[in-house]
């Protein structure tokens, strides 16, 4: 009678052929592949669409926590409302209440054309460059489209070379900051044209935008303009000053699209830093219902 390990043996040939010896523990161990670890924490969006709901909750409300003690901090009555995401692309402007068109020449605008509860803060000049106000302006996530004028701005390109790091365009508000309505074009031009070519060198872009000083202008104004590589003239509908906002319209009241002026200026011309004057536009802004978004997305 065949032994149990024979039987065994012949067992397994019947099955398809002796089996291998066995590997010992530790040389498997050491001969399988590691399988690549699971960070600790995922990167980028990885991990936003990998954190559980209430991950997210979490999340959302220490973003919250932390944006609520932003405000405090700056003195603000409440919250900013958050802008709408821009736009894929320029819309496209026609004639209607605050566009005026011409052919040939870029449009004057004093509202964007929009339904959206949104409205554009613009700073121009650059005589004051308070770093507070734009430090205050980032931590707040507060958009602005400056307008600067290279006699007041010459003494410190820097300042506005930083702004637009942080995403605030700098555009062209001539070079002498002259009344450009009683110039004749070809002044006009050189005032247009070498501040674009100013503004290239000290920010490193040609602008799109540009403001007559005091917002006066004619159509040799606009021609030169067009010339530089001008596409839009935005001027305002309120102006705000650090104790109080100024209407051009008798409901006293901001309206979707509006474009509010203001000024690199300091306590020297006013009552009031330019941080304080920040906190005005955004408390009003806010309080009206209304989200600040950027300019330059929009035309």
Not at 27 to 42: D, E, K, R, S
Not at 265 to 280: A, C, E, S
Request: hydrophobic share 35%; proline share 10%.
């Amino acid at each position: 009678m065949p032994s149990t390990a024979r039987a065994g043996a012949s067992a397994a040939t019947d099955r398809g052929g002796p089996r291998p010896p066995a590997v010992p523990a530790a040389q498997a161990a050491q001969a399988a592949p590691a399988a690549p670890a699971v960070p600790a924490v995922l990167p980028g969006p990885a991990r936003a669409e990998e954190e559980t709901s209430g991950e997210a909750v979490a999340r959302k409300a220490e973003a919250a926590r932390t944006a609520l003690e932003t405000a405090r901090r700056w003195g603000l009555a409440q919250l900013p409302l958050p802008a709408p995401q821009p736009p894929a692309g320029r819309p496209e402007l026609r004639a209607a209440q605050g566009v005026k068109l011409a052919d040939g020449l870029p449009p004057v605008v004093y509202r964007v054309p929009t339904e959206q509860p949104i409205v554009f803060l613009t700073v121009d000049d650059g005589a004051e460059k308070d770093p507070e106000f734009s430090r205050m302006a980032a931590e707040l996530g507060i958009p602005l489209s400056t307008f600067v004028a290279d006699y007041l701005a010459r003494s410190d390109y820097g300042y506005f070379r930083r702004l637009s790091e942080q995403g605030d365009a700098v555009n062209n508000h001539t070079i002498n900051h002259r009344n450009l309505k009683v110039l004749d074009y070809a002044t006009q031009r050189d005032e247009i044209c070498r501040q674009q070519d100013q503004l290239e060198g000290q920010i490193g872009s040609r602008p799109r935008l540009f403001r007559p000083p005091y917002g006066e202008y004619n159509e040799d104004t606009l021609r030169a303009a067009g010339s530089c590589g001008i596409e839009a003239v935005p001027l305002w509908n309120e102006e705000a000053f650090p104790d109080r906002m100024e209407y051009r319209y008798e409901d006293q009241r901001l309206h979707p699209g509006d474009i509010i002026l203001t000024h690199f200026r300091g306590t020297d011309l006013w009552p009031g830093t330019m941080p304080d004057l920040l906190r005005k536009v955004v408390d009003e802004v806010t309080a009206q219902g209304f989200a600040l978004a950027r300019l330059d997305d929009y035309l």
